[in-house]
């Protein structure tokens, strides 16, 4: 996807605070944090949100959340505990195109999700 955000900070035209790369994943800081561990985990596959992956996406979404599970205890929360977020489509107040999971931790988030 040429002009999608998250495709264009994969491919490095955009800049981002990267916390871990391999070949199918990117993980970086977001802009705009809502808490001191704000991290969004993203498959460089251009999938658009989780409602657009297919069953042949099962092992890249699996690997998703071990890299989540992974990136909470690198950034120190893995004990205290975090919360794992997608948001998909208008009702899920989804603002960006691209799939991609928030790792959210380092307060106490409210127990209430809305
Ligand atoms: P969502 O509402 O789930 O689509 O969230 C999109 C997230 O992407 C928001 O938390 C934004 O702050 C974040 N974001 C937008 N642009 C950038 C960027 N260039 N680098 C890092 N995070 C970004």
Do not use: W
């Amino acid at each position: 996807m040429d002009d999608c955000l998250f495709c264009r900070i994969v491919r490095g035209e955009l800049p981002s605070d990267k916390v871990f790369e391999n070949e199918r994943l990117l993980a970086f800081r977001d802009i705009n944090p809502i808490a001191p561990v704000h991290i969004l985990v993203v498959p460089k596959k251009h999938l658009t949100s989780l409602a657009a992956a297919g069953d042949e996406d099962g092992a890249l979404l699996g690997e998703i959340l071990l890299v989540l599970r992974d990136l909470a205890a690198q950034a120190g929360v893995g004990a205290s505990g975090y919360r794992v977020v997608t948001n998909i489509g208008a009702d899920g107040a989804q603002q960006v195109e691209h799939l991609h999971f928030h790792l959210l931790g380092g307060r106490k988030l409210r127990a209430r999700l809305e």
